[in-house]
Nanobody
Framework: QVQLVESGGGLVQPGGSLRLSCAAS????????MGWFRQAPGKEREFVAA????????GYADSVKGRFTISRDNAKNTVYLQMNALKPEDTAVYYC????????????????WGQGTQVTVSS
């Protein structure tokens, strides 16, 4: 079992930055591949970024490349999403996800999900 808790969301002006954190429970966190998804009002949930258990970047959505950075600290059981140059279209609930299979993480069919954290980009 893996439990995920996101934090770090909030209201930020366009061009600003936020760092999301996802704290995981369980002693096997270091063996899970991790990802971030987001869901804006009225839209389907979409892939943002993913990272392997060895901290190899699996990939980013085209819409966030060059602005967002995913990372993890296995000693702290935490995965991060550094978001820079934020745009109003980045407004969404951001979810953390975990799975033993990287393709499953990217597909959004992971077994484990957090409750989400709201990010609002507005002036």
């Amino acid at each position: 079992q893996v439990q995920l808790v996101e934090s770090g969301g909030g209201l930020v002006q366009p061009g600003g930055s936020l760092r999301l954190s996802c704290a995981a429970s369980g002693r096997t966190f270091s063996r899970y591949h991790m990802g971030w998804f987001r869901q804006a009002p009225g839209k389907e949930r979409e892939f943002v970024a993913a990272i392997t258990w060895r901290s190899t970047i699996i990939g980013y959505a085209d819409s966030v490349k060059g602005r967002f950075t995913i990372s993890r600290d296995n000693a702290k059981n935490t995965v991060y999403l550094q978001m820079n140059a934020l745009k109003p279209e980045d407004t969404a609930v951001y979810y953390c996800t975990a799975d033993p299979t990287p393709s499953t993480v990217v597909a959004g069919t992971s077994q484990y999900w957090g409750q989400g954290t709201q990010v609002t980009v507005s002036s």
